[in-house]
């Protein structure tokens, strides 16, 4: 993979692992062409305006890297004299640092930091001392940094540029997190895996139900999603720094207004922690959706969906909730209740909605005697983590036994990013 011209980009898509078919359907929904899904990602060729608009829509990726070059580095002098070629001021701003995430494999060059010195040697910028930023989405204060990413695979090195910058995930607007908190690119990803709306019909109603909704991610990347907005308004990219941004195109990409045509989603959260019902609150102010949630500190056991007849065939009805999983099996006797408590209330209250809940034990999953099938598995902090759906609660075993090919349902809703 190469550059092949000055506005077409080979691109990586990052994502977590089990996530990529719906990343998949994501770009392809943003009409780019896709060149082969890998682990962890997929390669993609993007147009400029590609490229800005993957960034500002894309919701389960992490980053999209921007290949640079591939050159031969079988010992240090080869590095540093191909290095010297790379016209190194297209992606790092004045004034930047630059920072280098190396892996070697199968190459006679391992020495990771070794290959990071010499690369910012050549590209003339300082090396920052630190990495990604902690995995929170407080404002970056700190001077910036342009990041690369080299991968060495028998003696040849693959330089690309992070056009994200900050990590997709970082959205902005979750700058209070309660105990836990998911990433918001899973969240993403389980909403997506169940085909929460992106292009509502405007014949039926759209309602999100979270009963553990901690600071309140799924909640907000499900008003995000349901109003056509991208899942982090506002914020701003690597590219936006490089030397051939495009501020006319980037303006076209953003231009793209949100529906007001579409139902405006129900949407109910809530959590037993006060303190996490704050946060949930404050993070939906700052997305811009706060009036589009209803948030209570309550229990599980005094959770209820929003007010009105329960979901008809035009409706689209899901609770998607991530309950706490605690780590260890000695803690499963109060775990077991919670579960029990919470499949008991969807039996009793949430009759035609379906259910989806992120977990890490089937075995405590079961305890809430619904008809649960597979529907994603990822990680989420290092840990096996499976989304488990079940169909329209009250109907037979909770519904038909269906299940949806992960992304098929996801497709870009009118005013929305059109394929670009
Ligand atoms: C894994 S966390 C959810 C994290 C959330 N998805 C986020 O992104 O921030 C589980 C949440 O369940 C809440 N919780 C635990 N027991 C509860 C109960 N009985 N009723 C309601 N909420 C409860 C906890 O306070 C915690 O915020």
Known sequence: MSRTDRTDFDTLAVC??????????????????????????????????????ANLWLRTATRVLVRVETFGA???????????LIDWQRWIPAGAAVSFRVTSHRSRLDHTVAIAERLAAASGAELATTGDRRDDESPDDSAPVARFVVRLDRNQCTLSADSSGEPLHHRGWRRQVAKAPLRPTLAAAMLAAVGWPTNPSPAGRVMFADPFCGSGTLAIEAALAATGQPPSPGRTFAFMDWADFAAGTWASVTAVSSL????????VAADRDAGAVAATVANAGRAGVA?????TCASVSAFAPPPGPPPGPDDVAWVVTNPPWGGRLDSGGDLRDLYATFGQVMRERFTRWRVA??????????HTGLGLDHALVTTSGGIGVQLLVTGPIGE?????????????????????????
């Open 357 to 366: 809940m992120l977990v890490t034990d089937r075995h405590l999953a079961a």
């Open 291 to 295: 009036e589009l949630l209803s948030v």
């Open 396 to 420: 037979k075993r909770d519904g038909p036994r269906r299940r949806r090919a992960p992304g098929g349902p996801t497709r870009p809703r009118r005013g929305s990013p059109k394929p670009t």
């Open 260 to 267: 007001d045509d579409g139902p405006v989603p129900l949407i």
């Open 16 to 53: 977590a692992p089990g996530v990529e078919p719906l990343l998949d359907a994501e770009l392809a929904a943003l009409g780019i062409r896709r060149r082969r899904v890998v682990r962890g990602g997929v390669e993609a060729v993007m147009r400029q305006r590609q490229l800005y608009a």
């Open 74 to 84: 079988g010992t240090f002098h080869e590095l540093e004299r191909n290095a010297a």
